[in-house]
C-alpha cells in the first residue's frame, strides 16, 4: 500500500504517467521533490541535457526556440505536463528553452534517480515506446489527411492578402473598418463593387485579419461550379467536397452573380443555418445534412437580393473614382511595387500628370490604375520622371476633344490670374466709359448720325457681342457695366449701412427668374420698336439705366451677383447664346475632390498656396459642377483662387453641351423663341413690303398689335414643324419639344447677327465724324470706313446659310435620330432662314 496515495492518484488522473501500473507510480511518488519556478525564470537552456523529469502541478511554463533550423514547434505547458521523459529515455538534448510565464509550482526527480527507476521497471520504457508508436501512427493518419486535404484545396487557395487599403480618405476609413469589423466574428460576408475593385482580396484581408487566420481560405469562381454542387459539397458515401476539406477556413465565392439558379436554395441554406446537404445519385435518398464551420463570403459586381437577408456583413466596395484623394497614394503604391520587383529606380510622377489621372473616372477602377502606371514607367524609360502626356489613355469622355489653353499659352493663364482681368478694366476704364456714354446720349444729339454714343451702342456693341458669343460665350458679363455698378452700390451700402445681405431665395429664383426676364425682354423689344429706341438717344440712355438700376437695387438687397444670374435680360440672352460657345471653363472633378477641402474657388477665402485671395464666384457656380456655359461669365475667380491648378478653360466643339450635359429649360426656350421672332421686328417694314401689305404705323394700338404679330407667329413655324414630327412619324418617338427647340438656337444667332450687320458695316466706320459731329465740329472731310451694300448682303447671306446648316446639324445631334424623322422640323428651319433671307438680304 502506497504511502504518498495524493501524489499516486494526482499522477494517475492528471498526467500521461497513467499508462504505468501502480506499482510503478508508488515506486516514482517517494522520488519526487517540490520545487518553485519564479516568474520569468528560466527552466532549462536549449541543446543541453536534461537534469531531471519535471511534472508541472501549477502555472505556465513556454518554450523558446533561438535556432531557425530547429523542426521542433513553440508551445506551453499546463499544468500536469510531463517534461523531459522522451529525453531522458532516449538520452537527447533538450530541444528548446523553457521559460515561467508565470510562477509555477513542479514536482522534481532528479535524472540519476530516474535513470535507476528506468532500469528496475522495464516497463515504463515499454509503456513509453507503446504511446511514441501509436502518436506516430496518429501523425501518418494526419499527414496523409493533410496531404489530401492539401490536393483538393490547392487550385482554388489564396496564399496571402495582395495588400492593404491603400489611401486616407473616408472611403477608405471606412472600408477599413468595415474590414476590422467582419473580422471579428465568423457571420458570413457579401463584398461587392464595380469591377476592378479587388474585392476578392479584401476578402483574403478579412480571413488573414481574422483569429482562424492559419486556417485555409479558397477561392471559387461560381460561374466554374458543377450544377449539381458536387464540387462544393460532395456525394453521399463519396468523394468529399469542398467545404467538408476546408473545416474552419473560409471560403470565397467568386462572381456570385453567376452562381447556377439550381444552387441558389442551397447557398441560401449554407449561409442561413451554416449546414449542406452533400449529393446522392438518381433514386437514392436525400443524404443528412452536415454541418460546416466553414466561414463563407461572397464577392459580386451587384448587390444580391436573393441571397442578400442571409449574409451577417454586407460591405460595398465604393469606386476609385469616389476616392480622388486616394489615387495619388495608390500611383506611389503601384509605382514602388513595380520598380522594386525589377531593380528600377522610382521615378517621379509630376503634380500635372496626378492631376490628370484625378480627372479621370477608372471604369476599370484599380485594375484600370495599376496597368496606366506600370505602362507608364515603361514608356517612360529608366530614370525618366512620369509626366501628363505619359498617361494619354487617362482622358474622360467629358475631356474628349477639348484642349485647355491655359497649358497651352502660360502667357493666358499669367493674364487672367492679374489684377488687370477685369477688375482694372472695370474699375478704371469701364465704369468712366460707361457714365461717359449715358451723359452724351442724354446730353447730345439725339439721332445716331450725330450722336456716337447712340452709334457705340447700336452699330459696334451689338454686332460684335453676337460675334463674341461662338467664341467666348458670356465674357462680356465680366466687363459689364451694369453689374460694375451693381458691386459698387453694394460696397458703398455694406460701408456706410453695415449689416447681412440677403442669401439667394435659390428655389424660387430658379423657378420664375427666367420668366421675369423673358418678360422684361419682351418690353425692350416692344419699347425699341414702338419708340424708335435706335435712333434717339435719351431713350436708349433711359434703357441702359433701367438694366443698371435693376442691377443696383438688387445688388443691395442680395448677396454676390444676383441680378446677373437670374434676372438680367442682356444676361439671359448671353447665358443662352453662350451655349454655342467654342470654348467653356470647367475644374476638374477628381482634382476637386481629391485635394480641395476648403472650396474657394465658391466660397471665397484668404490666400492659400497658389491661390489668391477672393470673395468666391460670383454666381454661387462651382467650376466642378458646371455643365453648361449659361451660369460661368468667365470672371476667372476661381481660378485665381484655386490653389491646385483645377480649373481650366477649354477649347472644345461648338455647342457640344447641348447634346451631352444640357438641361433644358422651358423659359430658356420661351427666350430662344421670343429673340427668333425679334429678328422680324426689327424688319417690320421690310416684312410688310414682302408681305405686300400697307399699314399705317403711325396709329399707336395697331403698330403694337402689328408688333407682338410679329413676335409670336415666327414661333408657330417652330411648333408645326415639332407637331408635324410628332403626327406623322408613326415608328419613332421624338424628343420632347422643349429639348428639340434648342436646335434652332444657331438660326437665332446667325438671323440677330445678319440684322446687326447692316449698322456695323454700314455705320460703324462712321464713327469718327459722328463723335466729331456729337461735339459741334466740322465732320465733313473725316475719313469713313464703311462696306459697299452688295458685300453686306453678301455677308448677311452667307451668315444665313451657315446658320440654317448649323441648326439643321445641331438638331440631328441632340435628337440623334435619322434625318428622315427629324426632316419636317428641318424644314421649318430652312422656311424660317428663307423668310430672314427675304427681309434682311
Given at each position: 500500500m502506497s504511502i504518498y496515495p495524493e501524489k499516486v492518484i494526482w499522477l494517475q488522473e492528471r498526467t500521461t504517467l497513467s499508462i504505468l501500473s501502480s506499482e510503478v507510480l508508488n515506486a516514482i511518488a517517494p522520488l519526487i521533490q517540490e520545487q518553485v519556478i519564479p516568474q520569468a525564470s528560466t527552466l532549462i537552456q536549449e541543446g543541453t541535457r536534461p537534469t531531471a523529469l519535471y511534472i508541472l502541478l501549477d502555472g505556465q511554463l513556454e518554450t523558446e526556440i533561438t535556432n531557425k533550423n530547429n523542426p521542433v514547434f513553440p508551445c506551453g505547458f499546463l499544468p500536469g505536463a510531463v517534461i523531459h521523459l522522451k529525453e531522458l529515455l532516449l538520452d537527447e538534448l533538450t530541444p528548446y528553452t523553457i521559460n515561467a510565464v508565470t510562477e509555477c509550482h513542479v514536482w522534481v526527480i532528479p535524472v540519476a534517480e530516474f535513470r535507476t527507476l528506468v532500469n528496475q521497471y522495464p516497463e515504463i520504457t515499454q509503456a513509453v515506446s507503446r504511446q511514441l508508436a501509436q502518436e506516430l501512427a496518429q501523425m501518418t493518419s494526419a499527414l496523409s489527411y493533410e496531404q489530401e486535404r492539401s490536393v483538393a484545396l490547392r487550385p482554388y487557395l489564396v496564399t496571402k492578402?495582395?495588400?492593404?487599403?491603400?489611401?486616407?480618405?473616408?472611403?477608405?476609413?471606412?472600408?477599413?473598418?468595415?474590414?476590422?469589423?467582419?473580422?471579428?466574428?465568423?457571420?458570413?460576408?457579401?463584398?461587392?463593387?464595380e469591377p476592378g475593385l479587388d474585392k476578392d482580396n479584401i476578402a483574403a484581408l478579412i480571413h488573414f485579419s481574422s483569429p482562424k487566420r492559419?486556417?485555409?481560405?479558397?477561392?471559387?469562381?461560381?460561374?466554374?461550379?458543377?450544377?449539381?454542387?458536387?464540387?462544393?459539397?460532395?456525394?453521399?458515401?463519396?468523394?468529399?467536397?469542398?467545404l467538408e476539406w476546408l473545416g474552419e477556413g473560409s471560403l470565397v465565392l467568386n462572381n456570385i452573380q453567376e452562381l447556377p439558379a439550381e444552387l441558389l436554395p442551397d447557398v441560401a441554406q449554407l449561409l442561413q443555418t451554416g449546414t449542406y446537404t452533400p449529393v446522392t445519385r438518381p433514386g437514392e435518398a436525400t443524404a443528412a445534412p452536415r454541418t460546416t464551420q466553414a466561414r463563407i463570403m461572397l464577392v459580386s459586381e451587384k448587390a444580391q437580393s436573393q441571397i442578400e437577408r442571409c449574409v451577417g456583413h454586407i460591405i460595398k466596395v465604393p469606386p476609385l473614382r469616389l476616392r480622388k484623394a486616394d489615387i495619388q497614394a495608390q500611383v506611389e503604391y503601384y509605382t514602388s511595387l513595380y520598380v522594386r520587383s525589377r531593380g528600377l529606380p522610382k521615378p517621379h510622377i509630376t503634380p500635372?500628370?496626378?492631376?490628370?489621372?484625378?480627372?479621370?473616372?477608372?471604369?476599370?477602377?484599380?485594375?484600370e490604375l495599376k496597368n496606366l502606371v506600370e505602362r507608364a514607367i515603361v514608356q517612360a524609360g529608366k530614370g525618366r520622371e512620369l509626366t501628363e502626356e505619359i498617361f494619354w489613355a487617362a482622358e474622360t469622355k467629358k475631356k474628349q476633344f477639348r484642349v485647355n489653353l491655359l497649358n497651352l499659352y502660360p502667357g493666358l493663364r499669367r493674364f487672367l490670374r492679374s489684377d488687370w482681368w477685369p477688375d482694372k478694366i472695370n474699375y478704371g476704364f469701364t465704369v468712366v466709359v460707361f457714365a461717359l456714354i449715358v451723359g452724351v446720349l442724354f446730353v447730345g444729339p439725339q439721332t445716331r448720325d450725330r450722336n456716337f454714343a447712340l452709334n457705340l451702342f447700336w452699330a459696334w456693341w451689338w454686332p460684335v457681342i453676337l460675334l463674341i458669343f461662338p467664341f467666348l460665350g458670356r465674357v462680356w458679363c465680366s466687363v459689364c457695366p451694369f453689374m460694375i455698378y451693381g458691386e459698387i452700390t453694394q460696397k458703398l451700402s455694406l460701408w456706410l449701412f453695415p449689416r447681412q445681405l440677403k442669401r439667394w431665395p435659390r428655389e424660387k429664383a430658379e423657378k420664375w427668374g427666367g420668366w421675369f426676364l423673358f418678360g422684361l425682354f419682351t418690353l425692350i423689344f416692344l419699347w425699341e420698336e414702338l419708340w424708335n429706341l435706335e435712333n434717339t438717344a435719351y431713350l436708349s440712355a433711359c434703357l441702359l439705366l433701367l438694366i443698371t438700376s435693376g442691377a443696383m437695387i438688387f445688388s443691395a438687397i442680395f448677396e454676390r451677383r444676383f441680378w446677373c444670374r437670374y434676372l438680367c435680360p442682356i444676361g439671359g440672352m448671353?447665358?443662352?447664346?453662350?451655349?454655342?460657345?467654342?470654348?467653356?471653363?470647367?475644374?476638374?472633378?477628381?482634382?476637386?475632390?481629391?485635394?480641395?477641402?476648403?472650396?474657394?474657388?465658391?466660397?471665397?477665402?484668404?490666400?492659400?498656396?497658389?491661390?489668391?485671395?477672393?470673395?468666391?464666384?460670383?454666381?454661387?457656380?462651382?467650376?466642378?459642377?458646371?455643365?453648361?456655359?449659361?451660369?460661368?461669365?468667365?470672371?476667372?475667380?476661381?481660378?485665381?483662387?484655386?490653389?491646385?491648378?483645377?480649373v481650366e478653360f477649354n477649347l472644345r466643339p461648338p455647342g457640344i453641351e447641348l447634346w451631352t450635359t444640357h438641361v433644358p429649360r422651358n423659359y430658356e426656350v420661351a427666350l430662344l423663341l421670343l429673340l427668333l421672332g425679334?429678328?422680324?421686328?426689327?424688319?417690320?417694314?421690310?416684312?410688310q413690303?414682302?408681305?405686300?401689305?400697307?399699314?399705317?404705323?403711325?396709329?399707336?394700338?395697331?403698330?403694337?398689335?402689328?408688333?407682338?404679330?410679329?413676335?409670336?407667329?415666327?414661333t408657330v413655324f417652330v411648333f408645326v414643324g415639332y407637331y408635324c414630327i410628332k403626327f406623322l412619324s408613326f415608328r419613332r418617338k421624338p424628343r420632347g419639344f422643349i429639348e428639340l427647340a434648342y436646335g434652332y438656337l444657331p438660326l437665332v444667332l446667325g438671323g440677330n447677327l445678319a440684322h446687326y450687320l447692316r449698322l456695323g458695316l454700314g455705320e460703324g466706320g462712321k464713327i469718327i465724324p459722328v463723335t466729331f459731329a456729337t461735339f459741334g465740329l466740322n465732320s465733313e472731310q473725316l475719313p469713313i470706313l464703311v462696306a459697299h451694300p452688295a458685300v453686306i448682303a453678301f455677308l448677311q447671306g452667307t451668315t444665313l446659310i451657315f446658320a440654317v446648316l448649323l441648326t439643321i446639324i445641331l438638331t440631328q445631334k441632340i435628337a440623334r435620330q435619322p434625318f428622315r424623322a427629324l426632316l419636317w422640323q428641318h424644314l421649318a428651319a430652312i422656311g424660317l432662314g428663307l423668310s430672314m433671307w427675304a427681309i434682311i438680304v
Open positions: 492578402a495582395q495588400r492593404g487599403i491603400v489611401g486616407t480618405s473616408r472611403y477608405a476609413l471606412r472600408l477599413r473598418e468595415q474590414i476590422r469589423e467582419a473580422a471579428t466574428d465568423r457571420k458570413s460576408v457579401e463584398i461587392f463593387g492559419r486556417e485555409p481560405i479558397i477561392k471559387v469562381n461560381c460561374g466554374m461550379l458543377q450544377t449539381s454542387g458536387a464540387d462544393l459539397f460532395g456525394r453521399a458515401g463519396g468523394k468529399p467536397g469542398l500635372e500628370a496626378l492631376r490628370r489621372l484625378q480627372s479621370y473616372d477608372f471604369p476599370g477602377n484599380l485594375k448671353n447665358g443662352l447664346f453662350a451655349k454655342l460657345s467654342i470654348t467653356e471653363l470647367r475644374a476638374q472633378q477628381g482634382i476637386c475632390s481629391a485635394s480641395c477641402t476648403t472650396y474657394q474657388c465658391y466660397k471665397g477665402g484668404v490666400e492659400k498656396g497658389e491661390g489668391m485671395e477672393t470673395d468666391g464666384c460670383p454666381l454661387y457656380s462651382h467650376p466642378a459642377q458646371l455643365e453648361d456655359n449659361r451660369d460661368c461669365v468667365l470672371c476667372m475667380t476661381c481660378l485665381k483662387a484655386c490653389p491646385h491648378r483645377s425679334g429678328v422680324y421686328l426689327h424688319r417690320l417694314a421690310e416684312l413690303t414682302w408681305l405686300g401689305l400697307q399699314l399705317d404705323l403711325t396709329q399707336f394700338w395697331l403698330h403694337l398689335g402689328i408688333s407682338l404679330l410679329a413676335l409670336i407667329v415666327p
